[in-house]
């Protein structure tokens, strides 16, 4: 059992920057971000690979967001960039134990607790 614990998140203001951590008690294959806003489904953000480093992002993300990981301390970090009111959304770190970087929720076996990140205007 892999456990995943996620800090970092807060209130800031738009255009601002926040950084996410997840450790994970284990190496895992590929480790990701999701996050869900109020009335809305989970939806994908970023994805690393542990071994080779190979990185996917959601297209609302990109350019602003980047995953990087410390394979030493086992720790995934997202760094978010030029935050818009739209981010704002329980954050999750999720872990598979297979290296292909998926982007639906379902693919991944374990889930941390979340950190909610909210973006004023």
């Known amino acids: 059992q892999v456990q995943l614990v996620e800090s970092g998140g807060g209130l800031v203001q738009a255009g601002g920057s926040l950084r996410l951590s997840c450790a994970a008690s284990g190496r895992m294959g590929c480790l990701g971000w999701f996050r869900q806003a109020p009335g809305k489904e989970r939806e994908f953000v970023a994805a690393?690979?542990?071994?080779?480093?190979?990185?996917s992002y959601a297209d609302s993300v990109k350019g602003r967001f980047t995953i990087s990981r410390d394979n030493a301390k086992n720790t995934v970090y997202l760094q978010m960039n030029s935050l818009k009111p739209e981010d704002t959304a329980v954050y999750y770190c999720a872990a598979r134990v297979g290296s292909i970087l998926y982007t639906q929720a379902g693919r991944y076996n374990y889930w941390g607790q979340g950190t909610q990140v909210t973006v004023s205007s």
């Open positions: 690393i690979s542990w071994s080779v480093g190979s990185t």
